[in-house]
């Protein structure tokens, strides 16, 4: 087969568990996501790369018997085993599923999550974030993603794997080469137990999510490069852009917001760099000790280097304003966004290039997202620590600009120094800095963030300027402020 015509026939996604901390809370429980166009064009890119090709291979007929499926299997779960050490442990089912059955799997289990409160709340707090459109149906759109994209999968509770009875046997050993990876590992690490280990920290828990999913890609290209003599820790420094390929080519990926494209992506790409940079030095007898000792962030992922030298973040703290915040609203969630997080909302607003150099400063965050009761309207505020005090400055720099397009129709703002307010219809913003850290409120009054400030122990708000107008009044519904008798105050 080709490169071109091996890449056409796998720019499909195949699923095995969920991928990142999102869609821990939005998709079904026990899936992972696999995108396994990226491990085909990882193969493909590196050995173009290298100037070496591939064995030759016959293009497969496009159905598959059973027993030829479980035979083919057999063949890759030991060879998967060889190249990862992890020597298999229990017998593992296999089946083929066509693809009506694996959506009514996927649909079957998102139905029977029972934490539906959590998705809710992950959702809303990336529309506070604004990373998600306002009212986008997450939901519906996941399931129509998996029916267009899905190939097959490996379930961790019922120690099942499943592929799709409709791809080439050829393509069905690409599918096996990473599920089967997964299988191994489970056997030896529980796999599920083991990336939940990290809750409730999300940060954490997607850092873990991306070694699964990276050492499984780092497996992936192994088989692939079979027969070449060389494997993965002869090859150099992996730049995940020559990996993307035409991903975007099929529909429903073309629909998907830009986050969820780069959520879906990063546990892969980013999971495989750092398996490679840390794989390289020992080869896979390595894997055990990241099991061990695993990465406790997404910054350690996209930084090996820090993971490696054990660096690990300070604990940040926010001060609770349940009590100033009222009753009138309830606190949705409470977590960590991490470096990566925070690259995508300011890469939402700003380039790519301003984003990564400002979020790499990153040394800990904490935030918490609120919605009004009855108007459903949404309150975040969130605090980021960063390396130095210059690096709060660049981040404010920053931050603002991102705002500020984020809340195009603004009033009565009020930038002094390294504090800046507005009012906008979802409610007062608000960012400060203050010595290496920052802090942002949306959707609340100054009288709040007065409170938010006095917590903290930081020095007074400057005094507010002058104004020529009562454009200072937020718009929108009184009753929908979060401490009612400070909305006057805003004038």
């Known amino acids: 087969m080709t490169i071109r015509a091996r890449q056409a026939a796998v720019s499909r996604i195949c699923y095995s568990r969920m991928s990142m901390a999102l869609f821990k809370k939005t998709t079904p429980p026990r899936i992972f996501v696999v995108l396994l166009a990226l491990a085909s ?25 059973n027993a030829e499926f479980v035979a083919a299997a057999d063949e890759v779960l030991q060879q998967m085993s060889e190249i990862t050490g992890l020597k298999l442990r229990a017998p593992l089912k296999k089946s083929l599923r066509s693809r009506e059955q694996i959506r009514a799997y996927v649909v079957n289990e998102m139905k029977e999550d029972k934490d539906q409160a959590e998705r809710y709340a992950g959702q809303r707090s990336a529309e506070a974030f604004g990373l998600l459109p306002k009212g ?17 999968l490996y379930d961790p509770k019922a120690h099942e794997f499943y592929v799709a009875d409709w791809i080439p046997a050829a393509d069905q050993k690409m599918v096996m ?56 820790q002869d090859l150099p420094d992996i730049d995940p852009s020559m990996l993307i ?66 660096k690990t973040p300070p604990k940040v703290t926010l001060p609770s304003m349940d009590k100033e915040v009222g009753a009138d609203w309830t606190r949705l969630e409470e977590n960590i966004m991490g470096e990566f997080g925070w690259k995508e909302v300011l890469k939402q607003f700003l380039s790519e290039e301003r984003a990564t150099p400002v979020s790499s400063t990153w040394s800990d965050d904490r935030y918490v997202v609120y919605e009004q009761k009855k108007t459903k309207r949404l309150l975040l505020i969130a605090r ?21 397009k984020k809340y195009d129709k603004r009033t009565g703002e009020d930038r002094q120094g390294e504090f800046l307010s507005f009012n906008a219809s979802e409610g007062g913003i608000f960012l400060r800095c203050f010595a290496a850290a920052c802090v942002t409120l949306e959707g609340g009054d100054r009288a709040l963030f007065e409170k938010l400030n006095s ?3 930081w020095t007074a708000l400057p005094a507010r300027q002058a104004r020529n107008s009562t454009l200072g009044r937020p718009t929108g519904n009184r ?13």
Do not use: C
């Not at 990882?42 to 598959?64: E, N, R, V, Y």
């Not at 780069?262 to 990241?290: C, H, M, Q, T």
């Open 41 to 65: 064009l990882a193969a493909t890119a590196i050995l173009d790369a290298q100037q070496s090709t591939a064995p030759a291979k016959s293009d497969p007929p496009s159905s598959t018997t």
């Open 479 to 491: 009753a929908a402020m979060p401490v009612e008798a400070a909305v006057a105050d805003q004038k």
């Open 245 to 310: 390929g035409d991903m975007e080519s099929t529909p429903m990926l073309k629909k998907a917001p830009p986050f969820l494209k780069d959520a879906l992506i990063f546990p892969y790409l980013d999971g495989l760099n750092f398996s490679a940079a840390v794989l390289r030095p020992k080869g896979w007898s390595a894997l055990s000790e990241i099991f061990a000792n695993p990465p406790v962030s997404t910054q350690q992922i996209l930084h090996p280097a820090l993971y490696l030298a054990g």
């Open 177 to 232: 080469a990473h599920e089967l990876t997964h299988a191994l590992q489970d056997q030896h690490f529980q796999i599920d137990d083991w990336a939940k280990a990290a809750r409730p920290n999300d940060d954490a828990e997607l850092a873990r999510e991306s070694v699964l999913e990276g050492s499984a890609m780092a497996a992936m290209v192994d088989y692939l490069l079979q027969g070449t003599g060389r494997s993965l």
């Open 136 to 152: 986008f149906d997450l939901d519906a759109f996941m399931v129509d993603l998996l029916t267009e994209q899905i190939a097959g």
């Open 384 to 404: 980021l620590d960063l390396a130095t005090d210059g690096d709060a400055e660049r981040f404010f720099t920053a931050y603002s600009e991102a705002l500020k």
């Open 455 to 457: 917590k903290l122990e």
